[in-house]
Each structure stands twice: as structure tokens, then as C-alpha cells.
């Protein structure tokens, strides 16, 4: 059951996502309307890899902590990515039924906050110290009951938010002058960070490849980003739409109360694959990620 499971809760996120990210619902809207189909290739979580006190005991709030509900879907770690100068790593996730109940890969990222100077590393420490214990991912007693889909679901649902309080409005600008995959922590904790629209799934001649997808989109004025990472010979190429910008809640300084200033969310992406030789004799569709594309992704939440 835990594949159905699965299925049904990335559904549950992607309507919230498409309702916040307009751009997906356009690329939705233009895919369908050509008679082609639309499936997503994965779904990106970012985290901080660090431990605080909570009412649970101490918690690691990096990868680990989405990894809980992932493995206990099903989902097994499937290749991991350093990005040293940036201070990140990630680990992406695969379904071994997969194909079978048309899942999305996930990839999991995590900001590495003992490598950020000392100051930077406090003010994201005090800020998510704050952790509540509701949303806490409380896995065995919920997926022991698989009686009730939706009520699963939901509680599931509680770990994509975010679990700490808003942060003071200087935290979040500080932090943001050094890592602004940081100051997006932030703000939004464990939200989406994107859906990644699968070329391959299209199957509509009126778009066949990554290019003039993008283009199409383009035309219709969604932004996009000017390059497509990657090539054919090493299997994956990548591009996305800029990410949308939203008015988020912060605590002023001055007054201590909460106001509202714009920032940016979330991006949709866009991914095709290649065959590539694993191996000599060997051909398969590549099914990983690579370090510099996701590297340059990484960049389209800046502000």
C-alpha cells in the first residue's frame, strides 16, 4: 500500500505547489491543450544540516529528517552530491516501483551550517530553535494505520512546512548575504522547493525535446532561465522557469510585530534524459543527477 500511499501524498503537494507557482500550471495548461501528458520526473526538499534541542529530544534537521518519511514510503537512497563551495550536499531518493506506479524520484538537499561563519551559524541556530513539536514527523503510529488514506496524508503533510518560527526580518537579510539557500530555509522550511516536469513524459509531437518546450513557454511569458545545463552525452539537461516571488511574513526589528516583504518561493523545472553507455555495451536511460546542473539550479531562488 505504501506506493499508492506515496503517490497520493506527492499529488497532494503538487496541488498546493501549482497553486502558488502559476508557472506550472501553465506549462500543465500548454502540454494538455497539445494532447500530450504531464508527469514529474522529481521533487527537490531543501534542509539544514543541523542538530537542535527539541520536545522529541535532539533532532538533525537535514536530510535525515525528510528521509524518515521517504524510506518509509518505500523510497531508497540512490546517489549523493557535494557542493563544496557552496556548503551543500544532497542525497536523491528512488522508488524501486517507480515505473510501475509512475513516482518521482526526490532530491534532498541540506545546508551544511557548521562550515558558515560563526555569526550566520547562531542566528540560523537561534532562529529554529523554535522548532515546534507538532510538526515533527511521527511515522510509525501513521503508517501503521493505512485505513484512511487522506487523514495519512494529512499528517504527513505537516512535516513539508515550516516547523520553526518566522524569523526577525535583520536574521533573515543577514543570512542571506552568505547563503541564500540559508535565508530560504528560512522562510519557507521544508516546502517544496520545485517539481521537475519530465520531457520524456510529454508524448506530444508538438513539443519533443527540452528546447522547444522552454521556448513555448517563453512565448506564453513565463520567464525562464536563459540557459539549459547539460548535454546529451552525459545523459540529463536541465533548465527552469524564474522563480516566483512571494509576500512572506518576518518579524520586524523595531516593532517586534509581524509585517510582510516580498521574497521568492519556488521554481518549476524542466528535465529530458538520455541513453548513455553505464557501461561499454551497456545502454540505459540515466536516471541520476548531475553536481554542476544542480548546482546552477541551486542559484534560481536567489533574490
Known amino acids: ?89 544532497a542525497r536523491h531518493y528512488r522508488h524501486p516501483q517507480q515505473a510501475e506506479f509512475d513516482l518521482p524520484k526526490l532530491f534532498i538537499s541540506e545546508l551544511i551550517v557548521d562550515e558558515l561563519p560563526d555569526t550566520i551559524a547562531q542566528l540560523i541556530y537561534q532562529t529554529v530553535s523554535t522548532i515546534s513539536a507538532e510538526v515533527l514527523p511521527v511515522l510509525t503510529p501513521v503508517l501503521l494505520d493505512e485505513n484512511n488514506f487522506a487523514s495519512i ?29 540559508g535565508a530560504w530555509v528560512l522562510l519557507h522550511g521544508y516546502a517544496v522547493n520545485h517539481f521537475t516536469g519530465y520531457i520524456n513524459r510529454q508524448n506530444t509531437p508538438v513539443y519533443p525535446d527540452i528546447d522547444t518546450t522552454a521556448e513555448a513557454l517563453a512565448n506564453l511569458g513565463v520567464p525562464m532561465k536563459a540557459e539549459i545545463e547539460g548535454n546529451v552525452t552525459c545523459g540529463l539537461r536541465q533548465t527552469a522557469t524564474q522563480a516566483v516571488t512571494e509576500m512572506v511574513a518576518v518579524l520586524d526589528d523595531s516593532s517586534h510585530t509581524e509585517i510582510q516583504i516580498p521574497w521568492t518561493y519556488a521554481y518549476y523545472e524542466l528535465a529530458q534524459r538520455y541513453i548513455i553507455e553505464i557501461e561499454p555495451g551497456k545502454p540505459e536511460l540515466f536516471d541520476a543527477f548531475l553536481g554542476k546542473n544542480a548546482q546552477q539550479l541551486f542559484e534560481m531562488t536567489r533574490r
Open 1 to 89: 500500500m505504501k506506493p499508492e500511499l506515496a503517490s497520493d501524498l506527492w499529488e497532494s503537494l503538487w496541488q498546493e505547489y501549482q497553486a502558488r507557482v502559476n508557472y506550472a500550471q501553465i506549462y500543465q495548461n500548454m502540454i494538455r491543450e497539445a494532447g500530450g501528458t504531464v508527469a514529474n520526473d522529481h521533487i527537490a526538499f531543501r534542509s539544514l544540516r543541523l542538530v537542535v534541542d527539541s520536545p522529541q529530544g535532539k533532532i538533525n534537521l537535514g536530510i535525515n529528517h525528510l528521509a524518515q518519511i521517504a524510506e518509509a514510503l518505500g523510497y531508497e537512497p540512490a546517489g549523493e552530491y557535494t557542493f563544496a563551495a557552496t556548503h551543500l550536499y
Open 153 to 181: 496524508i494529512q499528517q504527513l503533510k505537516q512535516t513539508f512546512t515550516r516547523p520553526w518560527q518566522i524569523p526577525r526580518r535583520s536574521v533573515l537579510e543577514e543570512v542571506n548575504k552568505i547563503t541564500q539557500y
